[in-house]
């Protein structure tokens, strides 16, 4: 029986860099975590060279996703957070090309990326298929060494928190099941995302709360906005065309607006027909996508490869059904971060553990949920639209052509969001109570699958669409 998990909003939903939460923000993190134990222990200034190892799917699909570029930051004491988006592949290349790294900004020391960063591709950690390992070498001969798991939505842990990674102490409304969540809003006769809100109270105060999802919201808000106005071609080698911008410019023809809120009121004057709408939906999806690919500043929702979803139907609640006062913002996130904390708790939200049910699947039933909710549904309305979004995401592979986050990856978000819009319509018309299959019964199930899929479907490159495209694609 798992440890009870405490999962804050926040856990749910952080902002980073793209172009993966579990490549990309999770290695990232952990570079800066060995950084800052070198300091705990006072070694930091007498480290004279350090070797990074990355096992799994970490070392097969890595150059893809980033993996190299985010520990090379992370060590260097960048935080993604903040950090300039735009001196992202710069400053790899800077380290890579002087061959020195600057540990936490400060300590320079020799670094070859060909020796010192090493891809183990036929290797994989008992404990998680993305593993990596730190080690540091100091000027008296001895060593220092550390283990660090990224084990999906930026999550990290270490060997022994593997199955813990997340916050110990009790809430008082703890919540591990869909079944929960109908008994304790039944017995507090208050909405889902309430019942959030008087959890997070246990992190901080209800103000710091909203000051922190304004900050999320701006961030999702920020990435659409980039994503529509940018053009060109992806980085990676694929040649991926943006398709976003074009779309946008298409569209709306003539501009008239200067920020994102001009711009999405001039969308909410414009056609509101079912293909309208369908068009903006998934113009929003693939703006936050191609942003992420491109090493954006997004949010992890509940990952990068899947950022796009929840923003675009969230947009689209905002836009198309009138709902764009803060407060149905706040109500948006807060419900989709319990629905996401169920399926973190209850199988898993990392594609190398799960395939692209666990991200895709995830985001979807996370915004069906917190649509429905704010449409006005009951929490057994909000379990169900969650339920029929995952439903129709069981045993989604996670297959991207040469381990980058773009094909199939940027399209699959603008079809997750229209799911979660399918799904929630479906249960604001539906009786929950006459529901033939449950939330949890779903839960159960794709951990099963997730367990039962072939590991080259798993985030490896190594079958499905990865394997069946050109080589001369597959091989940048």
């Known amino acids: 029986m798992r440890e009870k998990e405490q999962i804050s909003v926040f856990d749910m939903f952080k902002i980073g860099i793209g172009p993966s939460s579990s490549h990309t923000l999770g290695p990232w993190r952990a570079a800066q975590s060995f950084i800052n134990a070198l300091v705990k222990i006072n070694q930091l200034e007498n480290v004279n060279s350090l070797v990074v190892n990355l096992y799994g799917s970490l070392a097969k699909t890595g150059l893809g996703h980033g993996t190299d570029v985010a520990i090379l930051l992370g060590l260097s004491g960048d935080d993604p957070i903040i950090f300039d988006v735009d001196d992202v592949l710069p400053k790899y290349s800077r380290i890579k090309d002087s061959r020195q790294l600057f540990l936490k900004g400060v300590h320079k020391i020799d670094f070859d990326y060909q020796n010192n960063l090493i891809f183990h591709w036929n290797k994989i950690d008992g404990y998680h298929p993305n593993g990596m390992s730190f080690v540091a070498f100091f000027n008296d001969g001895s060593s220092f060494c550390e283990n660090y798991y990224s084990i999906g939505g930026g999550f990290v842990v270490q060997k022994e928190e593997v199955s ?35 959890n997070e109270l246990v992190w901080r105060d209800e103000a710091s709360t909203l000051r922190k999802m304004d900050d999320i919201f701006e961030v999702f808000s920020a990435s659409v906005y980039k994503g529509c106005h940018s053009f060109g071609h992806l980085p990676g080698g694929l040649n991926v065309q943006r398709r976003a911008g074009d779309l946008n410019k298409k569209w709306l023809k003539a501009g008239n607006y200067n920020n994102f809120d001009s711009w999405i009121k001039k969308i909410g004057m414009g056609e509101k027909s079912f293909e309208s709408i369908l068009d903006w939906v998934s113009c929003f999806a693939l703006a936050v996508n191609e942003v992420n690919a491109s090493f954006g500043r997004v949010v992890t929702a509940p990952t990068n490869g899947s950022a796009g979803v929840i923003p675009a139907v969230l947009l689209y609640m905002i836009i198309f059904r009138g709902k764009s006062d803060k407060q149905a913002v706040y109500q948006f996130i807060a419900t989709a971060s319990e629905i996401g904390s169920i399926f973190k708790k209850g199988a898993t939200i990392s594609a190398a553990m799960g395939g692209c049910q666990a991200e895709i699947g995830v985001s979807s039933a996370m915004a069906a949920g917190a649509l429905t909710e704010c449409l006005g549904g009951t929490t057994r309305q909000v379990i169900m639209a ?91």
């Open 164 to 198: 813990i990674a997340f916050s110990k102490f009790n809430l008082p409304y703890p919540v591990d099941t869909a079944a929960d969540l109908v008994s304790w809003t039944d017995k507090l006769d208050c909405k889902i995302s309430e019942l959030v809100f008087r």
């Open 386 to 476: 969650s339920e029929i979004a995952m439903e129709h995401h069981l045993g989604l592979t996670c297959d991207p052509i040469g381990g980058l986050v773009q094909v199939p990856c940027i399209e699959r978000n603008s079809m997750g969001a229209i799911k979660a819009i399918l799904a929630s319509q479906l249960a604001l018309n539906s009786d929950p109570m006459k529901a033939k299959v449950s939330l949890d019964a779903v839960i159960a199930t794709m951990w099963e699958t997730a367990i039962d899929m072939n590991t080259k479907y798993k985030e490896t490159a190594e079958g499905g669409l990865a394997k069946k495209v050109p080589i001369s694609l597959a091989e940048c």
